[in-house]
């Protein structure tokens, strides 16, 4: 199944022209076979990513949103907290996950990263470190697989139709 991705870098120092990790994440869809609908850069502000994240919420064409950027601990990473503020669901074993996977990249420092997923209306959003290094985990070691509907024993596809029960 092939899915619409909207792709978000949190920068305050990126423009698309240099954006290495969000160049390695258009690659990474256009491999997948998935659609790349719509691709920003903000600056590390909490209230425009937030309006960014809900004028996506309301897309019907998007199924799934994918930030980098914003993940570390500095006083100007605040992808999570803006994650926080419109997430119905945290999806807390991505960040486990990832952080796991991180650690045989670039040992314990993995541990340096908040990176995360939430449901919000229907949809997923992954929040992605903006190190080239970290989307390439994120990718290869999990989106790769739960956004790819043949992955068995499960995957996010299959619970896409789904996501909005009540």
Not at 76 to 98: C, H, S, V, Y
Not at 132 to 143: K, N, Q, Y
Request: proline share 3%.
């Amino acid at each position: 199944m092939i899915v619409n991705i909207a792709l978000l870098t949190v920068t305050d120092t990126r423009t698309i022209d240099n954006d290495k990790s969000g160049a390695i994440l258009v690659k990474k869809i256009e491999e997948a076979k998935h659609n790349l609908i719509d691709r920003k850069i903000c600056k590390d502000d909490k209230n425009d990513i937030v309006i960014i994240l809900k004028d996506w919420l309301k897309n019907n064409q998007i199924d799934i949103i994918i930030t980098t950027g914003g993940t570390g601990l500095t006083g100007r990473d605040i992808t999570p907290e803006a994650l926080e503020e419109i997430a119905d669901k945290q999806i807390p074993g991505f960040g486990e996950i990832f952080r796991f996977l991180s650690l045989k990249t670039v040992g314990t420092s993995s541990i340096q990263s908040r990176a995360c997923a939430v449901l919000a209306k229907g949809k997923y959003i992954f929040a992605l470190p903006g190190s080239s290094g970290g989307v390439t985990d994120a990718w290869e070691g999990i989106l790769k697989y739960q956004l790819d509907a043949n992955h068995k024993p499960c995957n996010f596809i299959e619970l896409m139709p789904r996501l909005k029960e009540k």
